[in-house]
C-alpha cells in the first residue's frame, strides 16, 4: 500500500479520473491482500487460490485498467470456484436456514 502514495495519484493530486481509479485499485487490491492472507473466503483457501488472489492483489494495486480487469479476473475465478465447492455444505431447505439463524 505505502507504494501506491509514490507511484499512483492515490494523494489525489491527479485528476478526478485518475484519483477514482486509484482509490478503486487500491480497494480492490487490500480487500484481495486481507482474503488472501487471512487464508478465508467461502471455504479455506487452498494454495493454489491463495496463489491466484496474491497474483490478483498484486495486479489490482497497479491503477490500470488492464490490470484490474486482470485483478478481477483472477477474483472471479477464485470465488466461483470456492462457491461450487460449498455447495453442497449449503443448506438446500430454506426452512432449515432461517431456524439455523
Request: glycine share 4%.
Amino acid at each position: 500500500m505505502p507504494l501506491l502514495f509514490a507511484y499512483t495519484h492515490i494523494l489525489l493530486t491527479g485528476t478526478p479520473r485518475e484519483n477514482i481509479g486509484a482509490i478503486a485499485s487500491a480497494t480492490l487490491g487490500t480487500v484481495l491482500f486481507s482474503i488472501m492472507s487471512t487464508g478465508c473466503f467461502y471455504l479455506r483457501t487452498k494454495f493454489l487460490e491463495c496463489m491466484f488472489l496474491a497474483i490478483a492483489a498484486v495486479l489490482a494495486f497497479i491503477p490500470a485498467i488492464a490490470t484490474g480487469i486482470a485483478a478481477l479476473t483472477l477474483f472471479a475465478a477464485v470465488f466461483l470456484w470456492q462457491r461450487r465447492h460449498a455447495a453442497p455444505l449449503l443448506p438446500t431447505n430454506p426452512q432449515i436456514e432461517i431456524a439455523a439463524k
